[in-house]
């Protein structure tokens, strides 16, 4: 499940940005949060991953993600926005629902794993219409079973 890398504080409600890069880079700003590797590093390595192919797989949601060198474990970050971003996605349609995933370089196919199982996850239409529907970050960590340390960042 998705709750075993989400730790709590990990789940972001309304998050306003301007665009897919402001976006990655919040998200690695709040990712740098739970592991001890640099936000502007993470975003490097993110922004790599996305040069080898979008990330948005359709119907607003994204999943960016990249491996990193001195990670220890993998973390996700969850977030809604505010307003969606054009993400250059599949389907061409703006992005509103993200998971951000990091993984360590030498973690094998734990990383693809976890890309399965949150891809599985977030193609349940009730669920993903739940999840953007969720009024706070409190809500949204409840219809995951996520921890209660949330952020709101209403715009």
Same mark, same amino acid.
């Given at each position: 499940m998705i709750t075993d890398l989400l730790p709590p504080g990990a789940v972001l409600h309304g998050v306003s940005a301007a665009d897919k890069p402001a976006l990655l880079?919040?998200?690695a700003s709040h990712a740098a949060q739970f592991c001890a590797i640099d936000a502007a $590093?993470?975003?490097e390595a993110v922004?790599? $991953?996305e040069l !080898? &192919?979008?990330? &948005?797989f359709g119907g607003g949601i994204a999943i960016p993600h990249a491996r990193l060198a001195g990670l220890d474990h993998m973390v996700? +970050? !969850?977030a809604t926005l505010a307003t969606p971003v054009d993400y250059g996605a599949l389907d061409g349609a703006p992005v509103d629902l993200v998971v951000l995933l990091l993984a360590p370089i030498e973690? &094998?196919?734990?990383p693809l794993k976890a890309l399965a199982r949150i891809s599985r996850l977030l193609r349940?239409?009730? !669920? +993903?219409?739940?999840?953007?529907?969720?009024?706070?970050a409190e809500a949204l960590a409840k219809l995951l079973g996520v921890g209660v340390a949330v952020q709101d $960042?209403?715009?």
């Open positions: 880079a919040t998200l $590093r993470i975003a922004d790599a $991953r !080898l &192919g979008t990330t &948005g996700a +970050v !969850l973690a &094998g196919a734990e349940d239409a009730a !669920l +993903v219409e739940k999840l953007r529907a969720a009024p706070s $960042r209403a715009a």
